[in-house]
């Protein structure tokens, strides 16, 4: 592996690269990864991460996409409930802006997974658990909002900006914005 490294950045002008990493005592590691992405910096292609951190990364973002629908219905079906007392699928599917099966397909999703109940002629109502994930949900928009509004983002665009953010973000992110927020007010 040593000669075949070597010779790859050899090619590229970086004579005994991987050699160097080894006499510093860092075969495989840092040193190895800066060179590459010192070579790469250089050649003008983006830097990788491994093969198993983006496979990490891209499956935590599969994993928040799936779940980002159903944060989305119980926190709105936790708001209607609020307002109205029940939350009917046909002002679900109005408020979401989509077609009355496609709310009732989510709904009954809900309910496979144990966030919502649905009572015949009343309307749709969370479990315990839906009131958890509703609330989580909420309070990770409200904090998105609260950060997009400390760096200056009008009030709308923060609240429609935070639809799509706030299921996204890791919880070492969403700390660090609670932490930012905070020291600014």
Excluded: W
Aim: charged share 30%; net charge positive; proline share 3%.
């Amino acid at each position: 592996m040593k000669r075949r490294l070597d010779r790859a950045y050899e090619a590229r002008g970086h004579k005994g690269a991987y050699a160097g990493a080894l006499a510093a005592g860092e075969a495989g590691g840092a040193g190895v990864i800066a060179i590459v992405r010192n070579v790469n910096a250089k050649a003008g292609r983006p830097d990788l991460a491994t093969a198993p951190v983006q496979a990490k990364r891209f499956g935590a973002a599969r994993r928040r996409r799936a779940a980002s629908m159903l944060e989305d219905y119980t926190e709105l079906i936790a708001d209607l409930i609020a307002c109205n007392g029940e939350a009917r699928t046909t002002d679900i599917a109005e408020r979401l802006g989509v077609a009355h099966p496609t709310a009732s397909k989510a709904i009954a999703r809900l309910k496979r997974e144990g966030l919502a109940v649905a009572r015949p002629y009343r309307g749709v109502f969370l479990t315990d658990a839906g009131k958890a994930m509703a609330e989580s949900s909420r309070q990770r928009h409200r904090l998105v909002v609260d950060l997009l509004r400390a760096v200056g983002v009008p009030l709308e665009a923060a609240e429609a900006d935070a639809e799509g953010v706030e299921h996204y973000v890791s919880p070492t992110t969403l700390r660090a914005f609670a932490a930012f927020v905070k020291s600014r007010g």
